[in-house]
Nanobody, 121 residues
């Protein structure tokens, strides 16, 4: 069972940047695709970014995703935060999915508990 733990969320002002972290209990993320999703109150969980085994990336908008295998951590950098970015941000991992499924939340087997990001105007 792969365990994931997100951190780095908090209350920030609009326009700021924030870096979220996703750490794993596994030896590394080398063999996993890691995705970030977010869920705002009353809305469905939506895809934000993903990074694959070979550092290939699929990203939406103002997000930057990176992976540090030595630290067993995947980072999500969010620039120019807006109030509509307010949500719980989740990381997810899976060892089998292909790039065409990176944005599909149903393709991931392992999920963290999420970290809250609140952006004030």
């Amino acid at each position: 069972q792969v365990q994931l733990a997100e951190s780095g969320g908090g209350l920030v002002q609009a326009g700021a940047s924030l870096r979220l972290s996703c750490a794993t209990s596994e030896g590394s993320f080398r063999n996993y695709v890691v995705g970030w999703f977010r869920q705002a109150p009353g809305k469905e969980r939506e895809f934000v970014a993903a990074i694959g085994r070979n550092q290939d990336r699929v990203v939406k908008g103002r997000f930057t995703i990176s992976k540090d295998n030595a630290k067993k951590t995947v980072f999500l950098l969010i620039d120019s935060l807006k109030p509509e970015d307010t949500a719980v941000y989740y990381c997810a991992a899976d060892s089998r999915i292909i790039v065409s499924s990176y944005s599909n939340r149903n393709a991931y087997d392992y999920w963290g508990q999420g970290t809250q990001v609140t952006v004030s105007s």
